[in-house]
């Protein structure tokens, strides 16, 4: 069974920086592309970033570019993301999520984590 | 990135059908058949539905489908039950290895 576990929020202030962590289990992680997708309190689901399956291409969104890095580690079955200069509206329940089935579909998330940016 | 445009809330009486719209541009729902719905129940992790515009995942219900024209995408959920009260969301692929969800319709079962 998949099974995704997300770690590492926390309340932090405005231009801090932060690294989330995302455990997985019960797939070849080095086989698959992982996803992070975050939803503000009582908002929407807005895409974050993808990092392949070997780690040699990361996308972002353009809310994020610059300040975000996706990262992985196949050796321990964990993706990160590295949030640095964090703004109020990057508050939000991040979500690690895997690639697939089909060309795009994210059919397995984990829990998600909840960043707090708040001074 | 502009997210997707859902309509704010689609309802319906148990069994009926209910559509819910999904409408992008050229640079991604146009130009991609890689559309994926979600289904959100509150306090829970979204659940994929529907993906590459008109597959399901094993175990979801016959009841949801997806389609596709020009630029927006549809998810038709067929006689609706209590249980399909809940937040849906589209997402598609983008220009560039980026992607894109919708803005969300809340169903509500009359």
């Known amino acids: 069974e998949v099974h995704l576990v997300e770690s590492g929020g926390v309340v932090v202030q405005p231009g801090d920086s932060l690294r989330l962590s995302c455990a997985a289990s019960?797939?070849?992680?080095?086989?698959?592309?992982m996803h992070w997708v975050r939803q503000p309190p009582g908002k929407g689901l807005e895409w974050v970033s993808l990092?392949?399956?070997?780690?040699?291409?990361?996308y972002y969104a353009d809310s994020v570019k610059g300040r975000f890095t996706v990262s992985r580690d196949n050796t321990k079955s964990s993706l990160f993301l590295q949030m640095n200069s964090l703004r109020h509206e990057d508050s939000a329940l991040y979500y690690c999520a895997k690639d697939g089935p089909g060309a795009y579909g994210l059919e397995h998330w984990g829990q998600g984590t909840l960043v707090t940016v708040s001074s | 990135q502009s997210a997707l445009t859902q309509p704010a809330s689609v309802s319906g009486s148990p069994g009926q059908s209910i559509s819910i719209s999904c409408t992008g541009s050229s640079s991604d729902i146009g130009g991609y058949n890689y559309v994926s719905w979600y289904q959100q129940h509150p306090g829970k992790a979204p659940k994929l539905l529907i993906y590459?515009?008109?597959n399901r995942p094993s175990g979801v219900s016959t009841r949801f489908s997806g389609s596709k024209s020009g630029n927006t995408a549809s998810l038709t959920i067929s006689e609706i039950q209590a249980d399909d009260e809940a937040d849906y969301y589209c997402?598609?692929?983008?220009?560039?290895?980026?992607?894109?969800f919708g803005t969300g319709t809340r169903v509500s079962v009359l």
């Open positions: 990092i392949n399956w070997d780690g040699e291409s990361a």
């Open positions: 019960g797939f070849t992680f080095e086989d698959s592309d």
């Open positions: 590459d515009v008109t």
């Open positions: 997402s598609s692929y983008s220009n560039s290895n980026t992607y894109v």
